[in-house]
């Protein structure tokens, strides 16, 4: 082992000058942080999976004390050592909105505020759930951490690209920070760019990529896919994308391909709006995630294995170590994978392959261009309370889409939904918005809030 910052640039004035101190107390905080998370993920096997049996006791003697939902799964005991994971029931998306519509967030009175996150628009079945200011901060320290467990360059400058909602006429917007800060301001780095698109103009996308160097790329598959479509893979390369970080769903071997083709190298991260991150992929043994176990516990359902390229497959369920607000233990994020002890380059720690995400969410248009399709549910509930939804492209020029909703619906609503969704989509689409008493998912065990039937 050997701990060396030679490579990390640091800021001319890093360190403090006050008598026999060295590091400034926020620096400090935020390097001791990212050292726990380091410590956890990449320490010996038996000291994390004692601090994660710890973890989890908390969590469970919490939901079981603050909630009547967690006391009727977990019962009431004197002591939680003896809990067996495996023996709790799976915790599904209705659950989760039964537990969240009656008990609101579970941290105690007098406890740091919550905020309120919903769901992206990937699932048909929207959630809303509550985060505590711990959750916030872990997420922003464990996207730091991964700069140093992949040894990336943190002068790169990052271009990060984020699906909101925007009624700007290019369907997308920029931000920029120039502040060259990073770490809490004690290293250089690049600037920092956020784009959040609805349904980009391609052409003007392209243009405003071009006028920064990209340097660590951190967008969905969608998005790249579409840009490669429109573009051509030499477009990445002059705009100066040193690395293309995939967020969200898995990106295609195809994109892979083409971006490695002119030198770009790839990784991902697997991750969901309500856990966070969940693993990231191995810098050894491509489409192998380690797990984040500082995060999060992972587990198959036994229940529902099935062959997947040869290997034991199931539906993912995870346990959230540090869900106080609105706990998620067992929880069916809603994609399949095959779980491993231990990953091939030879890490000692969980590792997930053959991880089945969400479908691509293109739209396809009239002149077989496609275009980055999500809705985020949030947007969906701002129109209504609705319980599930499904969009579809059926064909060509035709969107489908189906809302379950406890209520029926008054048309102004209707016609509300079938503007969110054409406000996504672009012209040329008849949209059709149906009520419907139930979702008929059949086979589709995802239950995809999008679903392209012409590139499926
Ligand atoms: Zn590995």
């Given amino acids: 082992m050997k701990i060396d910052f030679s490579t990390l640039p640091l800021a001319p004035h890093a360190f403090s000058e006050a008598p026999m101190t060295f590091c400034k107390s926020e620096h400090k905080r935020i390097l001791s942080s990212i050292m726990d998370i380091l410590l956890v993920e990449t320490g010996h096997r038996v000291a994390r999976e004692n601090w994660q049996a710890a973890q989890l006791r908390n969590l469970l003697a919490h939901a079981a004390q603050r909630s009547a ?28 909105r039964q537990q969240v519509a009656r008990e609101g967030s579970l941290m105690p009175p007098g406890s740091e505020p919550t905020q309120k996150h919903a769901t992206s628009g990937s699932s048909g079945v929207p959630v809303e759930f509550f985060v505590s200011r711990m959750n916030g901060y872990y997420n922003s320290v464990r996207g730091l951490a991964q700069h140093f467990i992949d040894g990336r360059d943190l002068s790169l400058s990052i ?26 301001g004690f290293v250089l780095r690049g600037a920092y760019k956020k784009i959040e698109f609805t349904h980009p103009d391609l052409k003007a996308l392209s243009k405003e990529l071009r006028r920064d160097p990209i340097g660590l790329m951190i967008a969905q598959p969608r998005i790249v896919e579409a840009l490669l479509q429109f573009a051509g893979v030499d477009f990445f390369k002059e705009a100066g994308v040193a690395i293309w970080l995939s967020l969200g769903d898995r990106p295609s071997q195809s994109a892979r391909d083409a971006l490695s083709s002119v030198g770009i190298p790839v990784t991902a991260n697997y991750s969901c709006e309500e856990i966070g991150m969940i693993g990231y992929e191995c810098g050894s043994a491509p489409n192998f995630y380690h797990v984040c176990t500082s995060n999060v516990l992972v587990e198959i359902d036994q229940t529902t294995l099935a062959d997947f390229d040869g290997q034991p497959a199931g539906r993912v369920l995870l346990t959230h170590l540090h869900s106080y607000a609105t706990p998620f233990i067992r929880y069916d994020v809603g994609d399949i994978a095959s779980l491993h002890k231990s990953c091939p380059c030879g890490h000692q720690g969980p590792a997930l392959s053959n991880i089945y995400g969400r479908s691509k969410q293109l739209l396809k248009h009239a002149d077989g261009s496609l275009s980055p399709f999500l809705i985020r549910g949030a947007d969906i509930l701002a129109v209504a309370d ?53 979702i008929d998912w059949g086979r589709d065990t995802k239950r995809l809030g999008f679903r392209n039937e012409l590139l499926s």
């Fill in 69 to 96: 939902f967690w006391r009727q799964r977990i019962g009431t005991r004197k002591s939680y050592a003896d809990v067996r994971l495996s023996s709790l029931p799976a915790l599904t998306r209705a659950d989760l």
């Fill in 159 to 184: 271009t990060r690209f984020k699906s909101l909602f925007t009624d700007d006429p290019c369907g997308f917007t920029v931000s920029k920070v120039d502040n060259p800060y990073g770490l809490q």
């Fill in 386 to 438: 609705i319980s599930e939804f499904r969009i579809r492209q059926t064909e060509l020029q035709t969107i489908v889409v189906e809302i379950a909703a406890p209520e029926t619906l008054p048309p102004a609503k209707i016609d509300a939904f079938r503007q969110l969704v054409k406000t996504y989509a672009g012209e040329g689409f008849d949209i059709q918005v149906n009520q419907v008493p139930k």
